[in-house]
């Protein structure tokens, strides 16, 4: 069984209809990359799976449970299934490590003292064991970013959503972040990402999954889509961005 799958997922804002029908399955501890132009759909497809945005039509199951049942409170789903996205969203009035124990203490009812260990164990992981009490104006993009995804990962989430989350940084900055996800994949998180970062999604992904106008038109193991796609429009996509 699948750790999240999508049937006939949609989404509408107004007249116009983002996700048209998308079928998705993500198993545990794996990795998906989803692919393709700006406007396809990746973005709004990712807060569809943590109910950022309610579907109006299909179904989203959790470890089999249904979570996209009408009048479901979606909190306890968030904090199975945790996003990043590509701007940071930190409080600049907060430390990062203010920042970063902010949801847990709020949602859990954890105490600063309970989550101080744990949270000091995310920075050091991530490299960042002596910037907790940096605010984010005295942190790199890079830095900033990587603690919104320790942020993320405070709540002790299932799955872990990344939407284009190295597009705001500058080139030399893009590695560090990179090499985040790298760690979160040895450790067998399962993951989905929006990206445009066609080398790494090739070197890491499962699986690609290339979104055109609403729709998955494609979908594989990167050596084989990246390879020899069958749709046009996939191949017309990849030789643009390869």
């Not at 405070?154 to 972040?177: H, K, N, R, W, Y």
Request: hydrophobic share 40%; glycine share 8%; with cysteine.
């Amino acid at each position: 069984m699948a750790k999240l799958s999508l049937r006939r997922v949609r989404k509408r804002f107004g007249e116009h209809e983002v996700c048209k029908g998308i079928d998705l399955d993500v198993a545990e501890g794996e990795m998906v990359c989803l692919i393709g132009a700006s406007g396809s759909g990746k973005s709004t497809l990712l807060r569809c799976m943590n109910l950022l945005e309610p579907i109006d039509d299909g179904v989203i199951w959790l470890d089999g449970t249904d979570i996209s049942e009408p009048g479901l409170d979606p909190q306890p789903v968030r904090q199975q299934i945790g996003i990043v996205f590509q701007s940071y969203n930190l409080f600049p009035h907060m430390t990062a490590a203010e920042n970063v124990m902010l949801a847990p203490r709020r949602v859990r009812r954890l105490s600063r003292e309970e989550l101080r260990p744990r949270v000091a164990k995310l920075f050091s992981r991530f490299g960042l064991g002596d910037r907790m009490e940096h605010y984010p104006d005295q942190l790199s993009g890079g830095q900033q970013q990587r603690v919104a995804i320790i942020r993320a990962l405070a709540m002790e989430p299932q799955i872990m959503l990344f939407d284009e989350i190295t597009s705001a940084l500058d080139p030399e900055l893009v590695g560090e972040v990179l090499d985040v996800l790298r760690d979160l994949r040895k450790q067998g998180m399962t993951m989905v990402l929006a990206t445009h970062e066609m080398g790494f999604a090739r070197e890491l992904a499962d699986k690609i999954c290339f979104l055109d106008a609403g729709r998955i038109l494609e979908q594989g193991p990167p050596d084989v889509l990246f390879a020899s796609p069958r749709e046009p429009r996939t191949k017309a996509f990849l030789s643009r961005v390869l």
